[in-house]
């Protein structure tokens, strides 16, 4: 496991809580600076970002900045 940056600290300079997540090591290399839209849809099957937004949307623990950051698209 890792804590990565949902939205690339490189790009986003955002080392908050509400920018973090765990996820596993092989995940996180292959995510490299992109956003999670960004990696869902290029890297990807084709309906990926669906599933993914719709794990997002009904996990009721997540809300405010931190499940903007899991959903931004116009990065």
């Given at each position: 496991m890792q804590v990565d940056h949902i939205?690339?600290?490189?790009?986003?300079g955002d080392d908050s809580?509400?920018?973090?997540t765990l996820c596993l090591a092989s995940a996180?290399?292959?995510?490299k600076g992109q956003t999670?839209?960004?990696w869902f849809t290029r890297d990807q099957?084709?309906?990926a970002w669906?599933?993914?937004t719709q794990r997002?949307?009904?996990n009721h623990s997540l809300r405010g900045f931190k499940?903007?950051?899991?959903l931004l698209k116009n990065a």
């Amino acid at each position: 496991m890792q804590v990565d940056h949902i939205l690339p600290w490189s790009r986003f300079g955002d080392d908050s809580f509400n920018n973090k997540t765990l996820c596993l090591a092989s995940a996180n290399q292959r995510k490299k600076g992109q956003t999670p839209y960004e990696w869902f849809t290029r890297d990807q099957s084709p309906d990926a970002w669906a599933v993914y937004t719709q794990r997002v949307e009904t996990n009721h623990s997540l809300r405010g900045f931190k499940k903007r950051n899991y959903l931004l698209k116009n990065a």
